[in-house]
């Protein structure tokens, strides 16, 4: 397998290693030969892993190329999160006090090199956090009140390494990048009962009041004790054995948390992290779709260097998406060069990559609601009166925000549509997806993934009616069941 490390600015390195290239990051998101790149261990050094940055991309496009990153978005996510943090610490309370308990000041750093520290006393303890968070170079930060506590975790750079560390960490480096295997931590398995998340005053709903009162009718028939839980609810999630998440899911609001604590502690769960931090990005989305080669609108992804060149391949108009746009919030067309060129430079302030999109008009988009790779439902969204969006969010007329559906059978899809909506399904994994997919020409081409789709009463179960939520219920359960 090709491995390669990708840092900002490779002249900067000492390491010289076997068999692994150093590259940077700005060559592995936009040279086009690491995209076709097939069998290759990425090793994420970058600088900085913040969201949308070019280390939180690097992970993200590996991840969407079939190569297997170090760490994953998954790990960088997670580091970030409070309450994540807040429960590896109470995990491994005991293994902390035992390996701090000799120290006695109040404050202490532990600075961890791929998974191990300077002083050989921290071996186990540095390990642990590194298996928890696969990140090359991290610093955790203690302070003593009664106990020893977690005051912070934080990757850093090369760059704040001490000097007189930089010999241990090569040395620790040469150890790492020589293994065959890098394991990465296990779940946890914990109790029964089902959580259903949903956000108050939720903008864009997943699911109306009507269908949730459906969801919880049709799965206390199926044996389940059931409770609506909110995001305060975070804490209590342990006590209930399956999560079906039903508030937008974004990267960095508490679904995502609710979602990588239920993977930790063994909990049924729909949506899967993966499939939160997967769909969420366009960018991802993007570079998968085309990998896997599935009928899109010509799309680019659009960085500082290549913004000049993207007209000439998607003409105009064209449409612009935020990579974290959902429910059509953050995406724009522009119809002239002046549009496009403001719109860019605006979007690209707050995001490393964009995506542009040829724009591909239709009457309506279908949905394909697929559940664990199989199709259970299927919807035409027509578009919003006097627009060209299923949602237009600036509508004066609230009646007037969204088109109108309809739902028809599965048999009656079209076949090149339900074959493409299955191809794009699987690339994301087991779950819950809806299929968007603009039918051009008689020519499939798909829209987006959707890892959270609307499941309202009315709408999505206007043709199989309960049986929607009892394919939903069901998969639940035979997670369950396969425990």
Known sequence: MNKYIIVNHPEKWKLKLDNVEI???????????????????????????????KGYYVSLLAEARGHLAIPTVKNIVDLREPKLVKIVSEEFDNLMQTSLKSIKSQEFTLSIYFGQNVAQKYKEL??????HFQIPFLRVKFNYTTKWNIKSIKAISEAEIPEDHLESMYDFAAQYFAKKRYDTPRANTTEYDLAILVQPDDPAPPSNAKALKKFVEIAEKMDFYVEIIAPKDLSRLSAFDALFIRQSTEVNNEAYAFARKAQQEGIAIIDYPDAILKCCNKVYMAEALENANIPTPKTVIIHKENKDKVLEITGLPVVLKSPDSTFSFGVKKATTPAEYHELVTMMLKKSELVIAQ?????????RIGILDNKPFYACRYYMAKGHWQIYNWDAKEKDDQDGNADCLPIEKVPKKIL????????LMGKGLYGIDIKEV???????????????????????????????????????LEKK
Not at 450 to 462: K, L, Q, S, T, Y
């Open 23 to 53: 590259i940077s990051a700005q060559s592995y998101l936009t040279n086009p030969e690491f995209a076709k790149l097939k069998n290759a261990r990425i090793f994420n050094l970058c600088k900085d892993y913040s969201y949308q940055s």
């Open 126 to 131: 540095s390990a642990m956090f590194h298996r």
């Open 358 to 366: 040829e724009f591909s008009p239709s009457e309506y988009d279908w």
């Open 419 to 426: 074959e493409a909506a299955l191809k794009s399904a699987k």
């Open 441 to 479: 020409g008689g020519k499939p081409l798909v829209i987006e993934i959707n890892d959270n789709p609307n499941i309202d009463f009315g709408v999505e179960d206007g043709y199989y009616g309960e049986q929607v939520y009892m394919e939903i219920i069901s998969a639940l359960k035979e997670r």
